[in-house]
């Protein structure tokens, strides 16, 4: 049975996107204004007075796919023609980047501001059950900053039937003047451009590509050094544009639910992520 969901309605993420209302959280040195409107992402980070994402409207980035930091939820990356199949059945998601459909539908959607207090907030979104996903379930952020450091963590949950999942972020750093990258492997691209395995040898960049990480990420610019973290195994790093780097911890490789097909959740049962910024 396919589930033919293609073609559907919504914002997609070459639509442009204004921030909206922000929400400002800080600890002395390092301040975080959250657009939870704007699909719950990060729209700045200001360490020393010094902003560290591409802005909305910077360079030209008003889609929604191009400016500050969002969650990647209920998948990252690129989601092949929008198909896989899933305990017996086949599904088709809207495709919305060239034939793939690309990093959830976090983005896209307003999330609710759950609570907030000057150096934290909440945000929660229930997915949808729908063309854009058949599934359902919740979503759930905490953003926190303490001092120079910034922790991040994304939490999906089933509703009331199982399904796939792989969650992550997408922060689109301005460009720095050095990284120190030591994944111990790399996936290779098809013919498509899309993530297939087994992962190999680390290949030269310029990269739009999946890497195996168990590593600090740092990133250093004007002065400043930018040390990333997280638990996640699989990071995206895409550095084509000369005025952006993004570094994306993820729980899975893009094409995750055709790659690794038994990453799912039980009814209730949840995932979670971290992710920790921290500026020297």
Aim: hydrophobic share 40%.
């Amino acid at each position: 049975m396919v589930d033919d969901a293609a073609g559907g309605e919504g914002p997609g993420p070459a639509t442009p996107l204004a921030p909206g209302p922000l929400v400002t959280i800080g600890d002395g040195a390092l301040e975080v204004d959250i657009a939870a409107r704007a699909g719950g992402r990060i729209a700045q980070i200001r360490c020393d007075g010094v902003e560290q994402l591409v802005g909305h409207g910077e360079h030209g980035a008003e889609a929604a796919i191009a400016w500050g930091c969002y969650p990647m939820v209920p998948w990252c990356g690129r989601i092949r023609e929008g198909r896989f199949a899933f305990q017996g059945r086949e599904y088709r998601l809207p495709v919305n980047l060239g034939d793939h459909a690309i990093h959830g539908v976090g983005f896209l959607v307003p999330w609710t501001l759950h609570s907030h207090g000057p150096r934290h907030a909440r945000l929660e979104l229930a997915l949808p059950q729908d063309h854009r996903w058949p599934f359902g379930g919740t979503a759930a952020q905490r953003i926190e900053v303490s001092g120079r450091g910034l922790a991040l963590e994304l939490s999906v949950t089933a509703g009331a039937q199982a399904m796939p999942v792989a969650i992550g972020w997408h922060p689109w750093f301005r460009k720095p003047e050095r990284m120190v990258f030591e994944p111990e492997a790399m996936y290779p691209r098809d013919s498509q451009g899309i993530a297939v395995l087994p992962p190999g040898p680390v290949q030269p960049g310029p990269w739009d590509d999946c890497f195996v990480n168990r590593r600090e990420v740092v990133l250093y610019r004007g002065g400043q050094c930018i040390r990333l973290a997280s638990e996640c195994s699989d990071w995206v790093v895409y550095d084509a544009p000369a005025f952006a780097t993004c570094v994306e911890p993820q729980t899975a490789p893009p094409d995750a639910f055709n790659l690794v097909p038994g990453q799912a959740l039980q009814p209730g049962e949840t995932l979670a992520a971290r992710f920790s910024l921290r500026w020297e």
